[in-house]
């Protein structure tokens, strides 16, 4: 397992942009980003594979919401644009097994979270 810290969250207006980040203490293989709003449960957003060739995407975020990740800085990263108030969350970032569809059990390690608010 490996600690993962993220960075980046904060408010935004609706239409505006942020970019997460996730710093990890070592080599990761696959790797996601996970939301939970409040009085709901955590769902999945974003997840890519090690080489980040491969790339999979929550539905309601495809086209808005791009994850990257630098194998050299042991870092992944998620461009946050067209915020929507619906994107208003915790969003945490998670190392694990890279697969399609990805569930919770797939990742092992986990951060502590980074609040995003976006304002209507």
């Known amino acids: 397992q490996v600690q993962l810290v993220e960075s980046g969250g904060g408010s935004v207006q609706a239409g505006g942009s942020l970019t997460l980040s996730c710093a990890a203490s070592g080599r990761f293989y696959g790797a996601g980003w996970f939301r939970q709003a409040p009085g709901k449960e955590r769902e999945f957003v974003a997840t890519?594979?090690?080489?980040?060739?491969?790339?999979y995407y929550k539905d309601s975020v495809k086209g808005r919401f791009t994850i990257s990740r630098d194998n050299a800085k042991n870092t992944v990263n998620l461009q946050m644009r067209s915020l929507e108030p619906e994107d208003t969350a915790v969003y945490y970032c998670?190392?694990?097994?890279?697969?399609?569809?990805?569930?919770?059990?797939?990742?092992?390690?986990w951060g502590q979270g980074t609040q995003v608010t976006v304002r209507s």
């Open positions: 998670a190392t694990g097994t890279y697969r399609i569809p990805p569930e919770d059990r797939d990742f092992n390690s």
């Open positions: 890519i594979s090690f080489n980040g060739g491969s790339t």
